[in-house]
């Protein structure tokens, strides 16, 4: 058990510009979450899957945004159009089916600034 | 609607002394309880959970959390705080629907003092 990880760790980009980000769960996760953290605050929801299906999303999540799971393993979030009020760390979690349990169990992040 | 509010934004404290963090929920019945950390530049580090039975549950690295329903409350406890505790933490609730999503309080910063 590797835990979750994140792709990229840091990115730096121009308004304007799209950039995807990376996560792969702990194997054999169903639920992948995506979460989004501003400084001095506690991270907020954006959207999860359980394995391919997009369950809910949050409002935070505009058209801009979009994430996929294609095949219930990886997930990749996309932002397009970058705005400077979207730098902000980008956190990912996965937690395990029915049986193991409801605790989410976080990636170290991707910390994106947009100047 | 669903809130997490933790009342100390920073907290100072000696190594060696006894530490409680404060943590207060909204929500519209008895949800899952979470406590999670995190150190500068990392993600967030589950400490302890609790779901059901026993309202003080015990976590890693020492920390332990009381439920309090007629509080609504979840405080975390540490009885002597280390100087590697320094970090973030946050409190976190969830619904008992399996997987859905954490709802998180805004935090608290822990310093300690040698």
């Known amino acids: 058990d590797t835990g979750v990880s994140q792709d990229p760790r840091h990115k730096i980009t121009k308004r304007g510009q799209n950039v995807t980000f990376r996560c792969d769960p702990i194997s054999e996760h169903n639920r992948l979450y995506w979460y989004r953290q501003t400084l001095g605050q506690g991270p907020e929801f954006l959207t999860y899957f359980q394995n391919e299906a997009q369950l809910e999303k949050s409002r935070l999540l505009s058209d801009r945004f979009s994430a996929e799971r294609p095949k219930g393993s990886f997930s990749t979030l996309e932002i397009q159009r970058t705005e400077q009020g979207d730098s902000a760390m980008y956190l990912c979690?996965?937690?395990?089916?029915?049986?193991?349990?409801?605790?989410?169990?976080f990636g170290p992040g991707t910390r994106l600034t947009v100047t | 609607a669903q809130s997490v509010t933790q009342p100390d934004i920073h907290i100072t404290v000696s190594e060696g002394a006894s530490l409680e963090l404060r943590c207060n929920y909204s929500?519209?019945?008895?949800?899952?309880l979470f406590w999670y950390v995190q150190s500068p530049g990392q993600g967030l580090q589950l400490l302890l959970k609790?779901?059901?039975?026993?309202?003080l549950v015990q976590g890693i690295k020492g920390f332990e959390a009381e439920f309090k329903r007629s509080q609504s409350s979840f405080n975390l406890r540490k009885p002597s705080v280390h100087w590697s505790d320094a970090a973030e933490y946050f409190c976190a609730v969830g619904p008992r629907e399996y997987g859905n999503k954490l709802v998180f309080g805004a935090g608290t910063i822990l310093r300690v003092k040698s």
């Open positions: 609790y779901f059901s039975g026993d309202t």
């Open positions: 929500y519209g019945a008895t949800p899952y």
């Open positions: 979690a996965s937690s395990p089916g029915l049986a193991g349990g409801h605790e989410q169990y």
